[in-house]
């Protein structure tokens, strides 16, 4: 009946491949990655990905740790109009940045992203989809879409260093187009919206089409959905949701 949960669609009859393909063809043939690893993979399948865009996101880090924190705090723009205690603070944020805060944040950011946004997907698709699929899938899923934040970090590191120290994620928002995108909510909600994360949406929806059998088209718009939803609630409350990284 309608409101029974599907079963996955059958994948036996596709040839494997291996990791390192797998991580590539996420870029021109996510599809093709999914049902390779259509049962949820292996461990390798949800670390090795995540392990990558750590990797570059700490790279990105080192690359522009120079300029964005540099060793003589009162190099940093706008040091003269600072307190005492807020220089202190800042003397200590910098210090914790350059001792470990270039690797720590990507590895706890990335893994903890993993596990909620697998979660997330795996209720999504129970209750929303009525799709039977199991944490294993929807980690892989999460796990290989994440890779598409790779060229970002790879964009960054010229602009940073060609003279533009405030580049970052924002960067590549919809928002970046208007001269203040804080000055109105539907500017704050455009720069909330990352082009790197809508690739990701599509990645994610892909994934979830081949775990559970469903239309691209369904699942990409349920994940659209809360995609949206998300960064709408970032533009009402900016300081709390929209300076976040994306899950």
Known sequence: EGSELTEPRGLTSVEQIGLTERLLRVFHAPRRTFESVADGGSFPDWAAPVAVVVMFWAAHNLAVMPIVAPETPSAIAGWEQLTEDQRQVAVQGLEAWRSHGWLTMPLVSSFSSLAIVGLVLLGVCRLMLRAEISLRQTLAVKAYASLVAVPQ??????????????????????????????????????????????????????????????????????????????????ALAPTAVSQTPTP
């Open 153 to 234: 970090w790879i964009l960054l590191i010229p602009l940073v260093r060609a003279g533009d120290a405030a580049a970052s994620p924002l960067t590549f928002t919809l928002g970046a187009l208007l001269g203040d995108p804080s000055a109105s909510l539907f500017g704050r909600f455009l720069g909330a919206v990352n082009v790197f994360d809508l690739w990701q949406v599509a990645v994610v929806g892909i994934g979830l089409s081949v775990m559970t059998g469903q239309p691209a088209r369904r699942t990409t718009g349920v994940v659209f959905v809360l995609f949206i939803a998300w960064f709408a609630l970032g």
